[in-house]
């Protein structure tokens, strides 16, 4: 149920939106499967197979998903079906066709196999948190996360997300971090990181090492901060800091997990807990790790 990543934005202070709405909302681009002629397909889907509707909702904290279905038909295996044309072709008419003529034959052998082609399908889920403002996306990449909030302003009107800003720089912060050996309150750093020159493509990465003092003071006095960082917040869940505000690597740690493993409830009220848990606990980082980094950029609130 965790999320491994987390790509924030702000909610408008005047968006709650109901279960019952926002459900209706997602169902004007509800997923459906590619047809046998379309590569790919996109839109919402149930964060839960087991339920149909298109929000999940506990407690107020609201869970949604985008599918993505994308049909798998290698350029090899094209290339492979166009060559045994054109060698028929060369046989039957003394000639090789023309680029024309080759462009159509790969659009022909295309769409033939499109209906035998095999599908991976995949969900980009987001949190919704209300309460505090959270719209937080479970994606790796950027470009993940931008096609869900394109996806989710799509259908609902008027609706305006601001990426998570801040008034002191990440980069700068966690610089001072290191540097200091002197991590925020309620937060300690661990053993990776990443050091990259602000002019220039130099950088350097600490894996599961100690990050000693004196080497690192030597990279930043040649002009290297710090672009990601590993920390851990109240010894309750690790994560990776990138310089833009993403979190990566994001896992609950063994208090949590002992939480979360108490009790028989079955797969319906288990969920329902993992859920509360991790927004409660990602509500609490989100704004600690806010306020180490100088609170919320102005317009951001």
């Not at 052998?109 to 209300?130: G, K, Q, Y």
């Not at 003071?217 to 690790?238: F, I, N, P, Y």
């Amino acid at each position: 149920m965790w999320f491994r990543n987390l790509i924030v934005y702000r909610l408008p202070t005047d968006w709650k939106p109901s279960v019952q709405a926002l459900d209706a909302q997602l169902g004007q681009l509800a997923f459906s499967p590619a047809s046998s002629l379309e590569e790919s397909s996109i839109g919402w889907a149930a964060p839960r197979d087991e339920e149909p509707s298109l929000v999940y909702e506990v407690g107020g904290q609201l869970l949604i998903s985008l599918r993505h279905e994308k049909k798998l038909l290698p350029a090899k295996v094209i290339g492979s079906f166009v060559r045994q044309r054109v060698e028929q072709i060369e046989a039957q008419e003394g000639f090789k066709p023309g680029r024309k003529r080759l462009r159509e034959l790969k659009e022909q052998v295309r769409d033939e196999l499109l209906p035998r082609a095999f599908s991976l399908s995949s969900d980009t889920r987001a949190w919704i948190d209300p309460t505090h403002g959270w719209l937080a996306i479970d994606a790796a990449s950027q470009a993940r996360a931008d096609e869900l909030v394109t996806h989710l302003i799509k259908v609902v009107d008027g609706l305006a997300l601001r990426k998570l800003d801040v008034n002191d720089s990440v980069a700068g912060a966690m610089t001072t971090w290191l540097v200091t050996d002197e991590a925020p309150a309620g937060f300690t750093v661990d053993q990776d990181a990443e050091l990259r020159a602000r002019e220039g493509k130099a950088s350097i990465r600490y894996a599961n090492q100690a990050l000693e003092h004196a080497e690192i003071e030597r990279h930043t006095r040649a002009g290297k901060q710090c672009s990601r960082l590993a920390m851990t917040w109240s010894d309750r869940v690790s994560f990776m800091l990138g310089e833009r505000l993403e979190i990566k690597r994001l896992r609950p740690l063994d208090v949590l997990k002992e939480r979360a493993a108490g009790g028989e409830d079955g797969q319906d009220e288990r969920f329902a807990s993992d859920f509360t848990l991790m927004s409660g606990e990602l509500a609490r980082l989100l704004n600690d790790l806010v306020a180490s980094l100088g609170g919320l950029a102005p317009g951001k609130h």
